[in-house]
């Protein structure tokens, strides 16, 4: 089923009596095949095809890649994803036909069948949000586009249209001009000295906080020395993306089945408040960004960032990292039954419009990795032509100042990171050196497990000799 997923879409060739006549004989292999993608949840690849041949019959108006959708949705059903179908079209929906470009979807939801609650009375409502079936699969990309269908299968919601147009396009001119002194970041990668595939700035809202910025914080382990002010559009914007951000976030805590209607462990209660931008431009459909988690160091575990996307659009690709188990032998493998419940490692492609705002909630860095994938076609904007400008608005936590976050032998503070890889110690923080990061020089072995208290503010064992904003443990 996995080379459905990213097939192109085909054509509709037979005309209408051959549509008729090849109804009347598919309807009669209807309850044959009828078996929920042979009753694995992978699915089967000749059984998808010809239960997708069928649909394709008897909806031509539908799109291959609508039909598999709604096929998944429907757990591989043919009666079902067709009782939808007509149900749809009954209230006037139909399918959208793809361009070479970034378009519309039809949502899953949409087409979604009435589920039947247990005194088998259609169309219950549950007050519990329920797990959502995983419909990404291992080495393929699932493209969504629509909202609902965005916050339900990743740990993202979109707004589409955010700003007022007449504030996105000045907002977009304006960081334009900005872009064009942004420069690359240079860091060690393996021994390799790299620069960034893309140029970006960093922006923060007073002149004390730039002159900290300055002088006290550390990113891959050296000293900013290009830091600005927010210009005047970023500052119009700010207090509109945190109205929005901290909207989603009670609204995701209310309806997601992941935090059962309270915030998630170590997710800070208080209200999110952006006290600085990164901003990012992509020039062209080449440059892009590749797969990594957010740092943590100054925002704290579950962190919270609203990203406003300007310009051409692009793909902003998000996969589950998957923490491996030891074999017997002590090596990494996979094989075990505790992994078998664990989403498997496909990617979901989210597509993002110029003037739409993504926020990236609790449950994103420490357990997803996302991407900026290269263009290979682009729809040019009319401002920005083939490029795109990101922001990326962040909350910036007092107690996360570098001045309480312990420091290793090289004398910097240390980073803030997160186990993603061994099950045994997954989820777990840590402080360790990051000097290692600048070209020339070599990181220490320090390292320190992070504990924190349930709102995500650190807990400092006494005579660490460590200042702190948090609170002391006794020894």
Same mark, same amino acid.
């Given at each position: 089923m996995d080379r459905f997923i990213t097939r192109g879409k085909r054509k509709a060739e037979s005309t209408l009596e051959e549509n008729v006549d090849t109804t009347q004989k598919v309807k009669r292999t209807i309850t044959a095949l009828h078996n929920p993608i042979d009753n694995n949840p992978d699915g089967d690849g000749e059984s998808t095809d010809i239960k997708l041949a069928i649909l394709a019959s008897l909806h031509p108006d539908f799109g291959h890649d609508a039909l598999l959708d709604l096929l998944i949705a429907h757990d591989g059903s043919v009666e079902a994803t067709t009782e939808a179908l007509k149900s749809a079209q009954g209230v006037g929906q139909t399918a959208k036909k793809k361009s070479s470009g970034i378009t519309s979807q039809a949502s899953l939801r949409s087409f979604a069948v009435p589920s039947t609650t247990g005194d088998g009375n259609h169309g219950g409502a549950s007050t519990t949000p329920k797990k959502p079936k995983l419909l990404s699969r291992k080495g393929a990309t699932l493209h969504l586009y629509d909202p609902s269908d965005i916050s339900t299968h990743t740990p993202c919601t979109v707004i589409h249209n955010f700003l007022p147009p007449s504030v996105a396009n000045r907002l977009l001119v304006e960081l334009l001009e900005e872009a064009k002194t942004f420069g690359k970041t240079t860091f060690k990668l393996f021994d390799n000295v790299v620069s960034s595939p893309h140029t970006s700035g960093f922006f923060v809202g007073s002149d004390y906080e730039l002159a900290e910025q300055k002088s006290a914080y550390f990113y891959n382990g050296a000293r900013l020395s290009d830091i600005r002010r927010l210009t005047p559009q970023l500052e119009t914007v700010r207090p509109l993306v945190q109205d929005a951000v901290? &909207?989603?976030i009670q609204k995701r805590i209310r309806t997601h089945h992941l935090y059962g209607g309270k915030k998630l462990k170590y997710q800070s209660p208080d209200r999110w408040s952006p006290n600085a931008a990164f901003v990012n431009l992509y020039d062209g459909p080449e440059q892009n960004v590749g797969w990594h988690s957010d740092q943590l160091t100054y925002l704290g575990p579950r962190a919270v960032i609203g990203s406003l996307s300007l310009?051409?659009?692009?793909?902003?690709?998000?996969? +589950?990292i998957l923490p491996k188990d030891k074999d017997q032998d002590g090596n990494s493998g996979t094989t075990s039954n505790a992994n078998l419940d664990s989403p498997n490692e496909g990617q979901i492609s989210i597509h993002l419009p110029h003037n739409s705002l993504l926020v990236m909630h609790a449950d994103m860095q420490e357990e997803w990795k996302h991407c900026v994938t290269p263009g290979q076609a682009i729809?040019? &904007?009319?401002?920005?032509g083939k490029r795109r400008i990101n922001?990326?608005?962040?909350?910036?936590?007092p107690e996360f100042h570098p001045r309480y976050t312990p420091r290793c032998a090289c004398g910097i503070p240390t980073i803030l990171r997160v186990v993603q890889k061994k099950r045994e110690?997954?989820? +777990?923080?840590?402080w360790m050196c990051h000097a290692g990061n600048q070209p020339g020089k070599e990181a220490c072995s320090f390292f320190q497990w992070a504990e924190f208290d349930d709102d995500g503010r650190p807990?400092? +064992?006494k005579g660490t000799g460590t200042r702190t904003a948090g609170l002391e443990l006794d020894t």
């Open positions: 901290n &909207h989603e310009g051409v659009a692009r793909e902003f690709r998000v996969r +589950k729809d040019p &904007h009319p401002i920005a922001v990326t608005y962040r909350d910036y936590r110690n997954w989820g +777990k923080y840590f807990l400092w +064992k």
